[in-house]
């Protein structure tokens, strides 16, 4: 098969990588991709949101599967415009990702079948908006319902923090993102990222993980789009998967189907495991990014096999299987980061780090002058696997260690809380 991969990240990285290990593969190209994808994929030059230009790539290249990474093509309907081509694509159509492209939307589907989650209101003005907060009282969480690039969410511990926030979206501070604000009630909790590989009907468990968005060690500063994972996320038990699947993921699937808007590629619940269970945050409608990236580590099954199948409809007929082992990866990131990253300074020794038994996803990195070079804000993502988080945690800095790279800086502490947990099941 030929496939194209489109996105440029850690995320797209970790899939082509993935996919270049499948017997199916005959060439696989990706758009924009990175550095890092070497000879695993021949780059090209796309204008992504034009989706009959790629079209017409896909057409002269014979490309027989598409691959959408990110979410924003996703949420502007390029699955919907290639299939209309004749293009098969692994990816929700543009109704489907507004699991992830509104959140008002998915809080509505929460409401209408009965999937446990914050409670909430809707608004798109500030005077109902406000009222609506000072009832409640803080904390108290405020979401712009559109994309925001991982900013649009506010976790207001005051009241007058919660009123600031709305003002905030409602003066454009997320553009057309914020002109419709979610307030939700705060819940308490342990995290989890909870994946599942859809094809429309059938929603097959595709693993667990855990991100952390913080910034700095401890899970101080400002959020980011995540600064390392690891999986499996021990408080996914077996039995808290079962319960997932049973009141969100397959109500969401019937609740969708019911809708007219099927749902067909990586249903991304982002959940919150509080004393009466699991609860949906939100949607996110393709892999996680840094999730993908310790996912591909234990995936044993052909992902290009899968891949297929939910493009088919034939997941009913599939499972995944999983290494034991657990994989861990730290996100090295530009100073600067999550504000605005130094670009351009000199990465070196990732040979020496790899040596380590580390899989290193490149995420933001560019060839400058022959020198590979730091081009963003998460610019590599050091993965490493072991027969304990603690183990994999230890292989990743011992990897990170040897990375020659001043200007770039990590989180020291990925994966704490489970090594935390091994240490006292011990
Ligand atoms: P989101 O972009 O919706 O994933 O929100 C970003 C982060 O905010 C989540 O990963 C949670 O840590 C936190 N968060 C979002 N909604 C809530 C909520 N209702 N209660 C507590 N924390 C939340
Ligand atoms: N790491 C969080 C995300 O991909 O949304």
Redesign the pocket.
Same mark, same amino acid.
């Given at each position: 098969m030929n496939v194209l991969l489109l996105g440029s990240g850690g995320r797209e990285h970790a899939l082509g990588w993935k996919m270049s290990a499948s017997p199916l593969l005959t060439k696989l190209y990706a758009s924009p991709g990175n550095p890092g994808f070497g000879r695993v994929a021949e780059l090209v030059k796309l204008d992504i949101s034009d989706h009959s230009a790629v079209a017409a790539f896909c057409q002269e290249k014979k490309i027989d599967l598409v691959v959408v990474g990110p979410e924003a093509p996703l949420v502007a309907g390029i699955a919907d415009d290639l299939r209309a081509w004749g293009i098969r694509v692994f990816g929700p159509s543009k109704a489907a990702a507004r699991l992830e492209g509104s959140?008002g939307f998915t809080k509505d589907l929460c409401a209408k079948f009965n999937i446990p989650t914050?409670a909430y209101g809707r608004f798109s003005d500030l005077v109902s908006a406000k009222a609506y907060v000072e009832k409640t009282g803080a904390p108290i969480?405020i979401?712009a319902d559109g994309l925001a690039a /991982?900013k649009?969410?506010t976790?207001a511990m005051t009241l007058e923090e919660a009123l600031a926030a709305l003002e905030a979206c409602f003066d454009g501070a997320f553009g057309a993102a914020g002109a419709e604000v979610v307030v939700?009630?705060?819940?308490?909790g342990e995290?989890a990222s909870f994946f599942c590989l859809c094809d429309g009907a059938t929603a097959l468990p595709f693993g667990t993980a855990q991100?952390h968005?913080r910034v700095g060690d401890g899970d101080t500063g400002p959020?980011t789009g995540g600064m390392g994972a690891y999986s499996p996320a021990p408080v996914m038990t077996p039995e808290m998967t079962e319960r997932s699947m049973r009141e969100i993921i397959e109500p969401t699937m019937r609740g969708m189907a019911n809708l007219g808007s099927p749902f067909a590629g990586i249903l991304f619940a /982002?959940l919150?495991i509080t004393d009466q269970g699991p609860k949906l945050?939100?949607y996110n409608t393709r892999f996680g990014d840094p999730e993908c990236q310790v996912l591909m580590m234990r995936l044993k099954d052909d992902l290009l096999v899968l891949l297929n199948a939910a493009v088919d409809g034939q997941l009913a007929h599939m499972s995944a299987r999983w290494s034991d082992k657990a994989a861990l990866t730290v996100v090295m990131a530009a100073r600067g980061y999550p504000g605005t990253p130094e670009k351009g300074s000199v990465i070196r020794g990732l040979e020496e780090a790899a040596s380590e038994g580390a899989e290193i996803f490149h995420a933001g990195t560019a060839i400058n002058g022959g020198a590979l070079v730091a081009n963003g804000g998460r610019v590599l993502n050091v993965t490493a696997t072991g027969a304990t988080v603690g183990e994999a945690q230890k292989k990743a800095y011992a990897a990170v260690d040897r990375i020659d790279w001043p200007q770039g800086f990590c989180r020291r502490d990925i994966g704490w809380r489970a090594v935390e947990r091994e240490k006292a099941g011990a």
């Open positions: 959140k914050a969480v979401k /991982g649009g969410v976790i939700e009630e705060y819940l308490t995290e991100d968005k959020n /982002g919150m945050i939100e």
